[in-house]
C-alpha cells in the first residue's frame, strides 16, 4: 500500500489560499506561512502531517496527496475543513 507524507496550510477561503500559493510561489517558505496562517494544529510543525496512508486523510485530500506531483504547492484543495494548500515531500 502507498504511503506519503505531505504538509498543508488550512484557511477558510479560497482567496486566503490563493493569496498564500502566490507568496510561496515567489519565495516565501512554506513552513513558515503555514505557521503565520494556518488555522489546523500542525502549524507549529510547519504544516507538517508526517506518514500517511490511503484512507488515513479526507477523500479530496487523499486523491491530491496520491496522485499529485511531489514537491511541488498544489491547492487550493477544498474539503469540509476549509481551503488547503499541500506540498508533497515524499511518497513511496
Known amino acids: 500500500m502507498p504511503t506519503a507524507s505531505a ?3 488550512l484557511v477558510s477561503t479560497e482567496e486566503k ?3 498564500l500559493k502566490a507568496e510561496i ?3 516565501a517558505d512554506f513552513a513558515e506561512v503555514a505557521k503565520r496562517n494556518s488555522s489546523c494544529p500542525s502549524r507549529t510543525r510547519g504544516g507538517d502531517l508526517g506518514a500517511f496512508r490511503p484512507g488515513q486523510m ?3 485530500f487523499d486523491e491530491v496527496v496520491f ?3 511531489v ?3 498544489l491547492g487550493p484543495v477544498k474539503t469540509q475543513f ?3 494548500l499541500v506540498e ?3 511518497r513511496w
Open 88 to 90: 508533497i515531500t515524499r
Open 67 to 69: 496522485s499529485g506531483e
Open 58 to 60: 479526507v477523500k479530496e
Open 82 to 84: 476549509g481551503y488547503h
Open 71 to 73: 514537491g511541488k504547492v
Open 7 to 9: 504538509r498543508h496550510i
Open 25 to 27: 510561489e515567489s519565495g
Open 17 to 19: 489560499c490563493l493569496q
